[in-house]
C-alpha cells in the first residue's frame, strides 16, 4: 500500500469524526503552545536580566580595599589604603584596559533652603567614571578633563536630588551648591540606567565632584575603590587576575584587597534563567504527555469501532504492518496537526508584541522545532499501543464481529 493512500484513509477518518478529531489534537495544541510560550518567557527574563547588568557595566572591574590581619589591627599599623599611584600602574602594566577612575568617599550636610538641611554622599572621581559606570547624563555636561586638571569646583548630582531640591532635573544645571563650605556649580544631572536601589556606591543623595578637588578634602592621594573598565568583555577574567597580583604586590603582603567584576554575577544570572525555563518546559512536557495519553485512548477506542472495517482489509490481503502503519499514521498526523497549529499560536504571541510595541521579545525558531519533532513523537508512542493492537487482531474474529 502507497503511504499516498495510507495518508488519504486516515483524512477519510478524520472527515467523518471532525468533533472528536478536533479535541483530541486540542490537547497537543495547548501542550506545544504552552511550550513556545514557556521558552519564549524564560528568553525574555533572561534578556532582561542580562540587560539590567550589562547597563552597569559588563566590562566592569572594580578594587576594594578590606583590611588587614588581626595582627596588623593589634599592632597599630596605620591602614594601607588603595592610592592613584595603583590606577597608573595597573594602566602601564595590564593590556586592554579603556578607562579608569579612583573614587574618594565624603560626607556632607547641604542646605535646602528654610532651615533644613540634608546628609549626602559626596564622590570624588574622574571624568572617567561616567564611562566606567555607564551612567547616562540627562542634563548639561558631565566634567572633562580640563575641569579636573584645573581643579574646577564643579559638580554633578543625581536625578533624584536635583528633583528634591530644585524640583526638575534642568533647573538644577547652573546652580550653586555647598559642600564643606565651599560653592560648587552644578554643570550636570546624572542617573544610573538601571535601579540598583542604593546597592552600589551612588544612592539617591549623590554628589560628584573631580578627585583633583576632592583631595583638597582629603590631604592625600588615598581612595576607597577604583574602577577599571576593559575594552572587551572576553578579557574582563584574565584582566581581574593581573590587577589583583598587580595591586597586591604594590602594598603588604597582609593587607587584603577585593578585585571583582560582574562576570560571575552574569553567568549566575544566566544558569538561574535556564534552570526556570527547564522548570516551565518540565510543565509544558507534562502537558504534552497528557494529550499523548488523550491520543491513544482515542485511537484504542477508534480501533474497537473499525474492527470490522479492519477484517475486510485483511480479508482482501491486507498485511499485519500495513494495518499498523494505517492506524500509526493517523495517530501521528493528529498529534502533528495539533502541534502545528499550537506552534503557529505560540509564536504569534511574541509576533504580536513586536509588532504592536516597541519591545523586542526573542523568538526561537528552535523552540518551534523541537515542538513539532516532540509533538511528532508523541503521537509514535502514544500510538503504537493501538495500531499494534489493530495490526494484530484475527480477520476471522473482525469479520464476525457486530
Avoid at 597586591?248 to 553567568?267: G, I, K
Amino acid at each position: 500500500m502507497l503511504f499516498s493512500e495510507i495518508v488519504s484513509i486516515a483524512i477519510d477518518s478524520f472527515l467523518t469524526s471532525k468533533v472528536r478529531f478536533v479535541l483530541t489534537a486540542l490537547g497537543m495544541v495547548i501542550g506545544t503552545a504552552s511550550l513556545i510560550v514557556v521558552v519564549t518567557i524564560g528568553l525574555t527574563g533572561k534578556q532582561y536580566v542580562m540587560g539590567q547588568i550589562q547597563a552597569i557595566g559588563s566590562n566592569l572591574i572594580y578594587v576594594d580595599y578590606e583590611g588587614g590581619s588581626n595582627v596588623v589591627a593589634h599592632t597599630g599599623v596605620s591602614n594601607d589604603l588603595l592610592t592613584s599611584d595603583d590606577i597608573r600602574a595597573v594602566q602601564q602594566q595590564v593590556p586592554g584596559i579603556q578607562a579608569a577612575s579612583p573614587m574618594v568617599e565624603l560626607h556632607d550636610r547641604i542646605s535646602l533652603g528654610g532651615g533644613k538641611e540634608r546628609d549626602v554622599r559626596v564622590l570624588g572621581v574622574d571624568p572617567a567614571y561616567a564611562t566606567v559606570r555607564n551612567l547616562e547624563v540627562v542634563a548639561g555636561r558631565f566634567f572633562d578633563s580640563e575641569d579636573s586638571m584645573s581643579r574646577t569646583k564643579v559638580a554633578e548630582i543625581t536625578e533624584a536630588l536635583a528633583k528634591k531640591i530644585y524640583g526638575s532635573r534642568d533647573a538644577a544645571v547652573g546652580k550653586n551648591i555647598k559642600i564643606s563650605a565651599l560653592p560648587f556649580v552644578i554643570i550636570g544631572v546624572f542617573r544610573e540606567r538601571v535601579e540598583t536601589f542604593g546597592m552600589s556606591e551612588i544612592a539617591d543623595d549623590t554628589i560628584l565632584i573631580p578627585y583633583s578637588v576632592s583631595r583638597n578634602f582629603t590631604g592625600n592621594n588615598n581612595v576607597k575603590q577604583i574602577f577599571f573598565s576593559v575594552a572587551d568583555a572576553g578579557d574582563v577574567p584574565v584582566a581581574t587576575n593581573m590587577i589583583q597580583k598587580i595591586v597586591q604586590s604594590r602594598h603588604r603582603p597582609e593587607s587584603v584587597y577585593h578585585v571583582q567584576n560582574l562576570t560571575q554575577l552574569l553567568s549566575v544570572a544566566g544558569k538561574t534563567a535556564n534552570a526556570l525555563t527547564l522548570v516551565l518546559l518540565a510543565i509544558a512536557l507534562v502537558t504534552l504527555v497528557v494529550s499523548g495519553v488523550g491520543i491513544m485512548n482515542i485511537m484504542l477506542s477508534n480501533v474497537r469501532a473499525r474492527i470490522r472495517e479492519i477484517g475486510i482489509r485483511k480479508a482482501i490481503g491486507a498485511t499485519n504492518r500495513e494495518i499498523k502503519l494505517q492506524f500509526l499514521t493517523e495517530a501521528v498526523l493528529i498529534s502533528l496537526s495539533g502541534g502545528l497549529a499550537g506552534t503557529i499560536i505560540g509564536l504569534a504571541l511574541p509576533f504580536s508584541v513586536r509588532f504592536f510595541t516597541e519591545y523586542r521579545i526573542p523568538i526561537s525558531g528552535l523552540s518551534a522545532i523541537i515542538a513539532i519533532f516532540v509533538a511528532s513523537l508523541v503521537g509514535v508512542i502514544f500510538g503504537t499501543v493501538p495500531a499494534t493492537r489493530a495490526a494484530q487482531l484475527d480477520p476471522v474474529e473482525a469479520l464476525h464481529y457486530e
